[in-house]
């Protein structure tokens, strides 16, 4: 069993910068093949894709609508996956959801219904 927990997230203005965190407990990002992903949902919008990882850190990946801003990385003795997220806009506005996998090395995962373990999100708010 994974248990993950997101916090930094926050209020901002539009332009501004936060980072997220995902650490787990359970099972940790150090002692298992956890792949990992970050998910969001707007108000009235259905979970879209943000970003995931492998688990060794390598083959970070970004969906287009938030390509060069957000950037995943992870650090697996520190059992943290990161989402550094620049040039904010009100439309980044979400619940922003951890989510992992157990899967071979260097697999990446973008679809949420992959995911077994999931986070309870935390609330990032872009004003403009």
């Known amino acids: 069993q994974v248990e993950l927990v997101e916090s930094g997230g926050g209020l901002v203005q539009a332009g501004g910068s936060l980072r997220l965190s995902c650490t787990a407990s359970?099972?940790?990002?150090?002692?298992?093949?956890?792949?990992v992903g970050w998910f969001r949902q707007a108000p009235g919008k259905e979970r879209e894709f943000v970003a995931a990882?492998?688990?060794?850190?390598?083959?970070?990946t970004t969906s287009e609508s938030v390509k060069e801003r957000f950037t995943i990385s992870r650090n697996n003795p520190k059992n943290t996956v990161t989402l550094r997220m620049n040039d904010l806009k009100p439309e980044d506005t979400a619940l922003y959801y951890c989510?992992?996998?157990?899967?071979?090395?260097?697999?990446?995962?973008?679809?949420?219904?992959?995911?077994?373990?999931w986070g309870h999100g935390t609330q990032v708010t872009v004003s403009s």
């Open positions: 989510a992992a996998e157990q899967t071979a090395a260097w697999t990446v995962i973008t679809t949420q219904g992959e995911y077994t373990y």
């Open positions: 990882i492998d688990w060794t850190g390598g083959r970070p």
């Open positions: 359970g099972r940790t990002f150090s002692d298992t093949s956890l792949a």
